[in-house]
């Protein structure tokens, strides 16, 4: 499974911000469990921000619940994370995940969220 991620950038504080990360397969199958999104600063652990599973149940840390949005469309193997009220603490650089049945995990590269004050 290959991840690709998009959607960063740098905006102001309380603003909105959108990323994707579709997912694709070689053999053309995606068989993806779980979603999901982390984010690491320098200095610190990749934290869990929100996942989703195939049937749409969704988590979220608390620091984003409320602010931010999981969704999935399983007919373009794409998850979103929509960003709302975004803080300065949210700068990160943010990561989707796929999970698939087998439990093996599958990366994507990250993409840069800056928020300014």
């Known amino acids: 499974v290959q991840l690709q991620a998009s959607g960063g950038g740098l905006v102001e504080a309380g603003t909105s911000l959108r990323l994707s990360c579709a997912a694709s397969?070689?053999?053309?199958?995606?068989?993806?469990?779980?979603f999901g999104w982390y984010r690491q600063t320098p200095g610190k652990q990749r934290e869990l921000v929100a996942r989703?599973?195939?049937?749409?149940?969704?988590d979220y840390a608390d620091s984003v619940r409320e602010r931010f949005t999981i969704s999935l469309d399983n007919t373009k193997n794409t998850v979103y994370l929509q960003m709302s009220s975004l803080k300065p603490e949210d700068t990160a650089v943010y990561y989707c995940?796929?999970?698939?049945?087998?439990?093996?995990?599958?990366w994507g590269q990250g993409t840069q969220v800056t928020v300014s004050s």
């Open positions: 995940v796929a999970e698939d049945g087998f439990s093996r995990s599958y």
């Open positions: 397969a070689s053999g053309g199958t995606v068989s993806v469990i779980t």
């Open positions: 989703i599973t195939s049937s749409g149940a969704a």
